[in-house]
């Protein structure tokens, strides 16, 4: 049996944990305070679907709308650190129900299990 020399003998050094990461909903809350645009872009998709007789709308699809949109007009610029994020498309489906009560029940939703 082989055993490395003072292995057993040292102590574990401290480590200094970083912050805790915000919730997703913090992050969601924070990038729709700084990007009032995706919002708008959403709710003009999601109300051109609708009077075009969708009943039903998957909030996925309206966020590749947007980036092909986008990555059309050259938005947003290579030198911005921002992008859609998937893990805010829930979030935007409950806030444009929330807003908009006409839109309500036109995303499913399941029951939110993070934060």
Known sequence: MTTLQGSNDRQPE????PEPRPTIQVQFQR???AHPE???GLVRLTYEAKN????????????EVLRWE???????DDAEEWK?????????ARL????????????????????
């Open 52 to 63: 075009a007789g969708r009943a039903r709308i998957g909030i996925a699809m309206l966020f």
């Open 31 to 33: 990038f729709h305070q």
């Open 38 to 40: 995706v919002y708008d």
């Open 14 to 17: 401290p480590f200094d944990w």
């Open 70 to 76: 986008w990555t059309i007009a050259g938005l947003p």
């Open 84 to 92: 859609l994020n998937n893990n805010y498309r829930s979030r935007y």
């Open 96 to 115: 444009l129900m929330a807003d908009h009560p006409q839109l309500r029940g036109l995303f499913n939703t399941r029951t939110l299990t993070a934060p």
